[in-house]
């Protein structure tokens, strides 16, 4: 590794009710920016996200009970665990970008013990809200 590397760690996470267990390899979290999206789905889920390549993500339980949600261009599947509905990450493998599918987003609030280190981390506020698209309308209910 050379010098201009960050020493890498190895992240444990889980949802809330343990049945998906995973880990990610990372730098130091708090030397990351992480992003804070304000689109429909980041804010409803609580989203704060990192984007390890996928390589850097194993799965040790729970990877084929996540179950999937989708809008929009129907490429950006978020998963989620079936049994608690913790938003664990947003799979990226059928985006239109080639870079975007070498990476996976990751909800760092699945992260073990984030609470002790949320205050010292620095985020990338990401409007999605405006510049994402198409934009998100729930059907059927009335838009004011």
């Not at 999206?37 to 850097?56: A, F, K, M, Q």
């Amino acid at each position: 590794m050379s010098t201009s590397e960050a020493p890498v760690i190895t992240y444990k996470a889980n949802c809330h009710c343990g049945r998906t267990r995973f880990t990610v390899d990372l730098a130091d979290i708090r030397s990351l920016k992480v992003t804070r999206c304000n689109c429909s789905i980041c804010t409803r889920n609580g989203y704060l996200l990192v984007y390890p390549r996928v390589e850097d993500v194993k799965f040790e339980s729970g990877l084929d009970e996540l179950s999937s949600y989708c809008f929009g261009k129907s490429l950006k599947y978020h998963r989620f665990c079936s049994k608690c509905g913790t938003s664990v990450l947003i799979d990226f493998s059928k985006s239109d970008w080639d870079l975007e599918r070498e990476v996976v987003a990751i909800n760092i609030r699945t992260f073990r013990d984030i609470e002790d280190v949320l205050g010292e981390l620095t985020f990338r506020d990401v409007d999605g809200k405006n510049k994402l698209g198409p934009p998100y309308h729930l059907i059927g209910l009335p838009d004011n």
